[in-house]
């Protein structure tokens, strides 16, 4: 038996690019794994796989990317024993956080070692392509630039001393939603900047405003104005930078170290739920 930790993940900045044949978008994001996490705990457990989670909007059957991921490496890999998975979550499910691909992700790592497959990251990364957008970042996790659907994973340094204060509405947002109201044009960004182009350019948490953006964050804020109001108030407590991450409905500031957030945080928890995270490194 051993436990896993599963970090979830921040967007500096999300570009929609097109739509795909396949129905997906191509897309361009920082993405920024931070030390908020859930806890995985796997053993292996008679010829099938058994799954507990203290959160019931989880989903414990064949929808669980943790299922999936090892339904995955049963199809290629033959895998014979089974496995006992149980998840404490802490990243709120439809928070924009990145929850379900981390948990996803951070079981196709956890079965490569106890079964011994000795996968290599490329091999990680294409099986993790197969589970969902968002999965393959978790294999190397950290700092990387994302690109096509997700599945285009390129580490990159980056700033990493600053504190984040995350608020989660007590509400999730829905991608397919979301997407379906960004594709009639309701989006009012008129900013078009290549991330890829800038990120070399970035030397202090303030240059971020000039260079990153969240294309559906106006078209969430329009459907929820409470998030743009719990954008106004961060922006207005001295955060250096302050984005809707993924689609939604998490919202999140960046600090300069040293800030106190604990005290910033007091006008937050009476309707939301509210983190203080690191970036990892």
Excluded: W
């Excluded at 038996?1 to 929609?16: D, E, P, V, Y």
């Excluded at 956080?97 to 196709?108: H, Q, V």
């Amino acid at each position: 038996m051993k436990t896993f930790k599963s970090h979830a993940k921040i967007n500096i900045g999300l570009r929609i690019i097109n739509k795909r044949p396949d129905g997906y978008h191509n897309l361009e994001s920082l993405l920024q794994e931070i030390s908020l996490h859930d806890d995985i705990t796997i053993a292996k457990h008679g010829r099938d796989i058994r799954l507990r989670c203290n959160d019931p909007a989880v989903p414990l059957n064949d929808d669980n990317l943790c299922v999936r991921a090892y339904r995955l490496l049963q199809e290629h890999y033959g895998l014979k024993d089974g496995v006992e998975i149980n998840i404490v979550k802490r990243i709120p499910v439809g928070s924009g956080l990145g929850g379900g691909s981390s948990n996803g992700a951070t079981c196709l790592k956890a079965f490569n070692e106890i079964f011994r497959l000795d996968l290599k990251m490329n091999d990680l990364l294409v099986l993790a392509s197969q589970l969902g957008s968002d999965v393959p970042f978790f294999i190397p996790g950290k700092t990387a630039l994302v690109q096509g659907r997700g599945e285009v994973v390129t580490p990159v340094p980056f700033l990493n001393d600053y504190r984040i204060l995350l608020v989660y509405p007590n509400f999730a947002v829905s991608t397919a939603a979301v997407f379906k109201y960004f594709e009639f044009g309701l989006t009012e960004n008129p900013i078009d900047i290549k991330f890829e182009a800038v990120i070399s350019r970035v030397g202090g948490l303030e240059d971020l405003n000039r260079y990153f953006y969240n294309d559906l964050e106006s078209v969430v804020c329009n459907l929820y104005p409470e998030l743009a109001e719990i954008s106004r108030k961060l922006s207005e407590s001295g955060a250096k930078f302050v984005s809707m991450s993924g689609s939604g409905s998490t919202v999140y500031a960046l600090f300069e170290p040293g800030t106190d957030l604990r005290e910033i945080s007091k006008g937050y928890f009476k309707k939301n739920r509210v983190f203080l995270a690191r970036p990892v490194i």
